[in-house]
């Protein structure tokens, strides 16, 4: 692992009297103006950008004023959850009288609107279909919906192929002549912006003439977390809208769902920040669509009754423990498989099956793998009628659905179907395919990186002073994001001397350690450590990458430093 400096402008832009560290920061996540900073929803981008949004805004106050019964189809992530529970819930808070959902069971049905979920739409008799987070690859789909005399409006955040679907309307910020300036929105941003341009019409068609309009910001908890689960870049919109959503949760002001889903996993509303969001809450959501029915996930947060909503969170705290154990497992076996390779002669990008690993599972995976070996993985398991289904992880650099793309051109009918973004795909191929398809991604890969590419580097926003190390910039660090995907938490570096170091759970780290020049003494953990190699006793000092983060026990704050990274010295 190298620890690089994060690149910085040659000139800082002016941001306004903060302090030069959080200015250094914001310049190096590339923020230039004081205006990107500010993170009030008049800040949000104007929804009249996004291509399709009148036709969609049409056919939606179409269905309203005739009662027509609508159908939200989802998928089954935390995007797409959040995002059927966004769209349920706002339409009818704008006067929808029949609004329900569908989510695909992925084990029966697979990614989409399938021929065979508009089948099993059918049978709740909808005249229009909504599609949420997924959508824009539905071709057959959407056909067969028209066939069946429905109108479809697709909402979706997807890169499309080379056929868009025949929808009546399609509101994506990544179709082609789409001049919406982030492309970077999630599913659940894309149908809150929809909502955003249905109250603006209802609102000039004169229905709150005589009545409070709805608020649809009560709904921007579960946009944040649904776009932060799905690690979509936090751009300067996105931004806004994880910040406002987050502000509601710590305000007690969530939905009762996501309440009792933080309850159960014994987090602070008020303390709560992005990673929670990322690391506590998304996996909990995504358990049930992994291993049983999204519709779990999706029936806790429209729940309205608290104690309901913690009896369905208990559950789902269960399904993600049973994740975690299963996941545990195929990591266990897939180092095996790979135990006997040298790093030198393992391929450049990793595709790995097992005929007993769980579909839900494979893209936890290879998330793992990606993240331990530096390089684009993709886990494959049994779909079952003689076809595999892959997850692929990327690596920066790396667009792994134009890979796919690129190696699906080059082999054709190797792949039977793919999808996806620049660092998490999906794809099903016959099992007979395996071996050609793990050679030519291999080449692909080969094609496009190099062998320096492969050894994971870590950006560091510097070395902090002994001074630094107090609770004050801990605490405005918390304050100043939200961080995360292509807006990462500030990680910092240095040379520690090493006092304590103990093992805490299973696999967790925990040391005091001294600044180099020993005035400052310090507790740090280092979660989901290599057991072979730590503790140590013989290792007196330690490199270290770190997240200067407050810890809380018994009332009383700290400072902690959250260990990514940690080298003898």
Known sequence: ???????????????????????RLYAARGVRSEAELDKSLARLLPYQQL????????????????????????????????????????????????????????????????????????????????????GISSVEGVAAAKQAGLKVLVTDHHLPGSQLP???????????????PSKALAGVG???????????????????????????????DLVALGSVADVVPLDANNRILVHQGIERIRAGRARPG???????????????????????????????GRLDDMSLGIECLLCDDLGLARDMAVQLDELNQDRKSIEQGMQREALAQLKELAVESMPYGLCLFDPDWHQGVIGILASRLKERYHRPTIAFADAGEGMLKGSARSVPGFHVRDALDAVAARHPRLISKF??????????????????????FDEEVRRQLREEDLTGRMLSDGILAA??????????????????????????????????????????LKVVLKS?????????????????????????????????????FRGQESVQLLIAHIEAR
């Not at 692992?1 to 200015?23: C, S």
């Not at 999808?419 to 099992?431: D, I, V, Y």
């Not at 938490?489 to 006092?499: D, T």
Request: aromatic share 8%; net charge negative.
């Open 419 to 440: 999808g996806g973004h620049a660092m998490a795909a999906g794809l099903s191929l016959p099992a007979e395919h395996y071996p050609a398809f793990a050679q030519a």
């Open 51 to 134: 291509k399709g949004i009148e036709a969609a805004v049409e056919l939606l106050v179409e269905a309203i004023d005739q009662r027509q019964r609508i159908l939200i189809v989802g998928d089954f992530d935390a995007d797409g959850a959040t995002a059927s529970t966004v769209g349920v819930l706002g339409l009818r808070l704008l006067g929808a009288a029949h609004v329900d959902y569908l989510v695909p069971n992925r084990f029966e049905y697979g990614y989409g609107l399938t021929p065979e979920i508009v089948e099993v739409a059918l049978q709740r008799q909808p005249q229009l279909l909504v599609t949420v987070d997924n």
């Open 258 to 288: 996501l309440k009792a889903i933080l309850e159960v996993a014994r987090r602070d509303h008020q303390r709560i920040t992005s990673t929670d969001l990322g690391f506590i809450l998304g996996p909990r959501l995504n358990a049930a």
């Open 166 to 180: 025949g929808a009546d309307a399609i509101v994506n910020p990544n179709q082609p002549g789409c001049e919406f």
């Open 467 to 508: 001074e630094e190390f107090h609770l004050d910039l801990a605490r405005a660090l918390r304050q100043a994001g939200p961080w995360g995907q292509h807006f990462p938490e500030p990680l910092f570096h240095g040379v520690f001397q090493l006092v304590e170091q103990r093992i805490v759970g299973e696999r967790h």
């Open 1 to 23: 692992m190298r620890i690089e400096p994060r690149p910085l402008p040659e000139n800082l832009p002016f941001l306004g009297q903060l302090p030069p560290l959080l200015t």
């Open 190 to 220: 894309v149908i809150f912006y929809v909502l955003m341009a249905l109250r603006a019409r209802l609102r000039a068609l004169g229905r709150y003439a005589n009545q409070a309009q709805p608020n649809i910001g009560e709904l921007l």
């Open 516 to 552: 180099e020049c020993g005035a400052v003494r310090l507790d740090g953990i280092a979660f989901g450590i290599d057991r072979e190699a730590w503790p140590n006793p013989t290792v007196r000092w330690v490199e270290l990458a770190y997240k200067l983060d407050v810890n809380e």
